[in-house]
């Protein structure tokens, strides 16, 4: 139990148990030296207007905010945070197929794949002289090579690349190639960061025209989104100079002549509430072919924009952009699941 006599003594002072005085808590109106001027002041968090002792300043950006003066919260960025990765930076990886290193492939599709080229372009270099195979110049158009030769194109060795699958949004007055001798911009000048490997193009899209482009360094996927036997489906939207009228209509949906091939738009339909504005489906992989078919009944396209290409959209992805295909979306076209 506690001595309450020993406790607390008159005048405010503590006493321990030996009964010795401790020092007196000083308030902050007894506080010794306050009217010498020698104490700090002492500052009241939530002291008003007219009170003796003044409110603590705070300082913001290098200025003084007045007493009584509430300081603006500012939420300043965290130091070191990561930044966001924007998709067009976010590197897929992909499953690589297995190949046998006993079965010799062609020469064109050894390079194609290897990113040096695409197979038109490879039998034009075997063609001229510039490839080598285990140290012996190759020239004829056919040669098969095993994985394991040694393969050297222009005197560098040519090694196999990691495969890369690029989405791009094209936008206008850009050239679908990969070297323009005119100097304009090309679709690579626009995705020349995105990877160290050699990529091209997958089919041509007009200078004007805008929408979805594929470019890869897979040769064998590339060939089979392209070739006629394929088919690979196309939808466009098209802007076209007057209306479309029904005449004109009926004789493109029973097919317009194309260099001895008759193409029938597998949909034609109108978005809007105008005829000017088509939305059309196609399976031909001819060049120009939509403008070209407009034309032959009397109209010029304004603009024209593809929307889907083998069942890739440019959902998501603004004029401009790109994106890393999905290692899923890969897979579709590898397996030839989209249209």
């Not at 009217?35 to 009170?51: H, K, L, M, Q, Y």
């Not at 492939?105 to 270099?125: H, P, Q, T, V």
Request: aromatic share 6%; hydrophobic share 30%; glycine share 8%.
């Amino acid at each position: 139990m506690f001595d309450n006599n020993n406790s607390r003594r008159p005048g405010g002072f503590r006493s321990n148990q030996d009964g010795a005085s401790q020092r007196p808590r000083f308030t902050q109106s007894s506080r010794p030296g306050r009217e010498t001027g020698n104490s700090r002041p002492r500052f009241v968090r939530n002291a008003g207007e007219g009170d003796e002792q003044p409110r603590r300043p705070r300082f913001q950006s290098g200025e003084r905010v007045a007493f009584g003066e509430q300081r603006e919260r500012v939420m300043r960025p965290r130091r070191n945070a990561p930044k966001p990765v924007s998709p067009e930076n976010k590197r897929q990886k992909y499953h690589e197929k297995y190949e046998d290193p006993t079965k010799p492939i062609r020469l064109n599709k050894y390079l194609a794949n290897a990113g040096i080229c695409s197979r038109r372009e490879a039998d034009d270099f075997i063609q001229a002289g510039v490839i080598t195979v285990n140290g012996e110049v190759v020239s004829s158009l056919g040669t098969k090579v095993m994985p394991t030769d040694k393969v050297m194109f222009h005197n560098q060795p040519v090694h196999r690349e990691r495969k890369i699958y690029i989405l791009l949004n094209k936008p206008k007055n850009t050239v679908t190639t990969t070297d323009d001798p005119q100097e304009r911009r090309t679709v690579i000048d626009i995705v020349r960061n995105a990877c160290a490997e050699r990529i091209y193009p997958v089919g041509r899209l007009d200078r004007n025209t805008t929408g979805v482009l594929l470019l890869t360094n897979d040769g064998d996927l590339a060939s089979k989104l392209t070739h006629p036997k394929f088919g690979k489906k196309k939808i466009y939207a098209a802007t076209l100079d007057h209306e479309l009228s029904e005449v004109d209509e009926a004789i493109l949906r029973n097919g317009i002549i194309l260099d001895d091939e008759r193409i029938v738009p597998d949909a034609l339909e109108f978005p809007k509430d105008d005829r000017r504005h088509i939305g059309l489906e196609i399976h031909s992989g001819q060049n120009r072919v939509v403008r070209r078919m407009f034309e032959k009944v009397g109209y010029k396209v304004m603009t024209l924009d593809r929307v889907s290409f083998a069942g890739l959209t440019k959902k998501n992805v603004a004029r401009g952009k790109y994106r890393f295909l999905t290692p899923k979306e890969v897979a579709m076209l590898q397996m030839g699941a989209f249209e």
